[in-house]
């Protein structure tokens, strides 16, 4: 076990910070009780908390927990990346998703802004069918969605959402696993774009790693980044692949 090196996860159940514990050999840190206090010979891996104690921050903290939060939400998000051509158009102005609608555009609402597996989130083909929120996304079309790792600037891992078998109602326009998709990795060969603007969303966060949703669309050729996940899903590969990128660094 080594001792100078520590996990801090947003959730006290996060099995993706656990195995990745496991793995490296290091301790979590608790979200009550714990006696730790960071000295300067500590390194805490932050495992998706926009928040963290102040006794945690005495040493190295990979992954700012300010950056965390940025990330985490949707239209700060978009924010970092606009003007940079990764990611959708959107808006914060009901008014201007309104004219969208008109215009015979889909439009995805946002409501949770950190909403995750697709919670919050209302599709509106038309005006009537248009809810408050806080962001407004222009739908895009796509062919497939990935999941690209990205690592200290690298990618480390690419997963494919593919349909689940056992899934009869499926929407292919919201992929997650209530929807009918899961993760694959067999015989995923996703177009060089895909990789390039994920690289290029996570350039412009301060984030150290990252699990970036890509979309492709085959028709205009074009990847366009939906959003960077800061505590994603680990096992198999995916796990081990994160743990061969931290030990790299620790």
Not at 93 to 113: N, Y
Not at 148 to 153: I, L, P, S
Not at 183 to 209: I, Q
Request: overall charge neutral; charged content about 25%.
């Amino acid at each position: 076990m080594i001792s100078n090196i520590k996990i801090f996860s947003y959730s006290p159940v996060s099995q993706s910070a656990k195995g990745l514990a496991e793995e490296l050999g290091i301790k979590r840190i608790k979200h009550e009780g714990s006696r730790f206090v960071a000295k300067e010979r500590h390194t805490v891996i932050n495992w998706g908390a926009s928040t963290i104690p102040a006794v945690l921050t005495g040493g190295t903290v990979i992954q700012s927990p300010e950056e965390v939060g940025k990330c985490s939400n949707k239209l700060a998000f978009f924010q970092l990346n606009e003007g940079s051509g990764v990611i959708p158009d959107f808006t914060d102005s009901r008014e201007a998703a309104i004219e969208w609608c008109r215009r015979g555009k889909t439009v995805v609402c946002r409501q949770k802004l950190t909403g995750h597996s697709g919670e919050g989130i209302v599709i509106a083909e038309t005006e009537d069918e248009l809810v408050d929120a806080p962001l407004y996304v222009l739908y895009v079309k796509k062919k497939e969605e990935y999941r690209v790792h990205v690592f200290n600037g690298k990618v480390i891992d690419i997963q494919r959402k593919a349909r689940r078998l056992d899934c009869e109602d499926v929407d292919w326009r919201v992929r997650n696993y209530k929807n009918g998709f899961i993760y694959a990795r067999e015989g995923v060969v996703p177009p060089e774009s895909v990789k390039e603007v994920a690289l290029l969303a996570m350039s412009n966060t301060d984030l150290t790693f990252g699990a970036v949703d890509v979309i492709h669309n085959d028709h205009d050729n074009r990847s366009v980044v939906l959003e960077v996940n800061t505590a994603p899903g680990l096992t198999g590969t995916t796990l081990y692949n994160y743990v061969a990128a931290f030990k790299e660094i620790l």
